[in-house]
Nanobody, 119 residues
Framework: QVQLVESGGGLVQAGGSLRLSCAVS????????MGWFRRAPGKEREFVAQ????????SYTDSLMGRFIISRDNAKNTVSLQMNSLKPEDTAVYYC????????????WGQGTQVTVSS
């Protein structure tokens, strides 16, 4: 089992920045891919970014590349999402998730953290 706890959400004005963190605990975390997803009001959950904890290789949804940056801190057992130049359409609940290499489904999820961007 892997436990994920997100933090860092809040209210920010358009153009501002926020940094989300995901605390990871439980089974060997170095084998996992860590991802960030979001669900905006009235919309389906969408993929934001992912990082291989082992290699550090990242991938992003095309529309967010350049504004959002995913990273991991081995010493702190955390995965972060730096969000810059925020827009009102970035308003959503952001979720941290983990999956085992070789699989496509994210098996473990955090409870989510709310990000609200005001215009």
């Amino acid at each position: 089992q892997v436990q994920l706890v997100e933090s860092g959400g809040g209210l920010v004005q358009a153009g501002g920045s926020l940094r989300l963190s995901c605390a990871v605990s439980g089974r060997t975390r170095s084998a996992y891919f860590m991802g960030w997803f979001r669900r905006a009001p009235g919309k389906e959950r969408e993929f934001v970014a992912q990082i291989s904890w082992n290699s550090g290789i990242t991938s992003y949804t095309d529309s967010l590349m350049g504004r959002f940056i995913i990273s991991r801190d081995n010493a702190k057992n955390t995965v972060s999402l730096q969000m810059n130049s925020l827009k009102p359409e970035d308003t959503a609940v952001y979720y941290c998730a983990a999956r085992v290499p070789g699989t496509t489904n994210y098996e473990f999820w955090g409870q989510g953290t709310q990000v609200t961007v005001s215009s």
